[in-house]
Each structure stands twice: as structure tokens, then as C-alpha cells.
Nanobody, 126 residues
């Protein structure tokens, strides 16, 4: 069954860390780019990070560069988003998404992605 299942969200204090996981069932991540996106209350969905299948290149939104890291496990079935130095502005529902191409979309545009998980909520608050 084709599906993306996110996990690892929760409540964390500012400055803390979380690691999100995305279990990708029936997707061959050797061929498809995979990324993380987020949507805060009252805001549009935005790109956070993406990993290209073509060459393993990774891309990040300016707002998370140096704080977030995307990675894939050796079995090529799970993608992670390590989030450090979290800020209240990082509060959002985080979604995993696959693009039916081996490259990430320019500008991490959500509308260029093809399949979505249901999301996991991250709340950064003291």
C-alpha cells in the first residue's frame, strides 16, 4: 500500500530539538525526491527541506538552514528531519511529501509535489 506516515511531533521548549520520521511505504526513494513541508495556523503551506534522488543533494528553506537536517536511512524507507534550536515560529503541522521525479522542486514549491502524508504537529512553546 502506498503511503507516507509521519511521526515524532510534539511539544518542545524554545531551543530544544525534535526528530521527525517519515515512513515511506511502496515508494522507491532511489527514484523519487522526498521532502518536508509545514503549515502554520492561518498560513500557507511552505517548503522546509528536500532530498534529491538523483544525487542525494539536499535543500533547505532559508529560515531553517543550519538548524534542520534531512536524511534517509540505509534501507531507503524512512526519511528524517532533525530539528535543532527550535523557535516558536517553527510551530506548524509538518508534512512529508514525495515528488514523482528525482529532483526537488525549485523553491521547494508545495504544488510541485505529488503525494502527501497526513502530517504531525510540532509545537514550540515555553
Amino acid at each position: 500500500q502506498v503511503q507516507l506516515v509521519e511521526s515524532g511531533g510534539g511539544l518542545v521548549q524554545p531551543g530544544g530539538s525534535l526528530r521527525l520520521s517519515c515512513a515511506a511505504s511502496a515508494f522507491n526513494l532511489d527514484y523519487y525526491a522526498i521532502g518536508w513541508f509545514r503549515q502554520a495556523p492561518g498560513k500557507e503551506r511552505e517548503g522546509v527541506s528536500c532530498r534529491s534522488a538523483r544525487d542525494g543533494s539536499t535543500y533547505y528553506a532559508d529560515s531553517v538552514k543550519g538548524r534542520f537536517t534531512i536524511s534517509r536511512d540505509d534501507a531507503k524507507t524512512t526519511v528524517y528531519l532533525q530539528m535543532n534550536s527550535l523557535e516558536p515560529e517553527d510551530t506548524a503541522v509538518y508534512y512529508c511529501s514525495v515528488r514523482f521525479r528525482d529532483t526537488c522542486p525549485p523553491g521547494l514549491t508545495p504544488s510541485d509535489m505529488n503525494y502527501w502524508g497526513k502530517g504531525t504537529l510540532v509545537t514550540v512553546s515555553s
